[in-house]
């Protein structure tokens, strides 16, 4: 059993493709990119949940390991593809939280927020000024026949 082992083993080693298929440098990086896909989808969520001290530790952590995938022999760039993308999803993170904490993004919102809520009362309150004047005048020609 462990000759036919060391054999499959040694026919998939002698193929490159499938060689860098069954690394370590291939399946760390695969594993690894749930990270950059959660940060790029995070970017369309709102930017109030955005933690400023886990995003700057993850763009120093993405940057790192981005240098680090060029240091090892041999080079693995899909370890570096995938920091890469991480690095610039956390810099877009990192601005959307600067900008919306620091730099009046969250008080306009709050503004938007407020008129919103003040048009659909007025258009609520107008609704129900309406409604009461159909029901005040179905009275007035009910009182009339």
């Known amino acids: 059993m462990a000759a036919a082992i060391s054999a499959i083993n040694a026919k998939i ?7 860098y298929v069954c690394s370590t440098h291939f399946w760390g990086p695969v594993s690894n990119f749930g990270i950059p896909v959660a940060a790029v989808m995070d970017t369309k969520k709102d930017p109030e949940i955005i933690s400023g001290t886990m995003t700057g530790a993850l763009t120093l952590y993405s940057a790192t390991f981005m240098r680090y995938a060029l240091a090892v022999t041999p080079k693995n760039y899909l370890l570096f593809a995938c920091h890469f993308v991480n690095t610039g999803a956390q810099i877009t993170q990192g601005w959307r939280y600067t900008q ?7 008080a306009k919102a709050l503004e938007e927020k407020a008129k919103l809520g003040l048009n659909e009362a007025k258009t609520e309150a107008e609704q129900i000024i309406s409604d009461g004047k159909q029901i005040v005048n179905d009275a007035k020609d009910k009182v009339k026949n």
Request: glycine share 14%; charged share 15%; net charge positive.
């Open 100 to 106: 919306y904490w620091h730099m009046g993004g969250r």
């Open 13 to 19: 080693r002698s193929q490159p493709v499938l060689n």
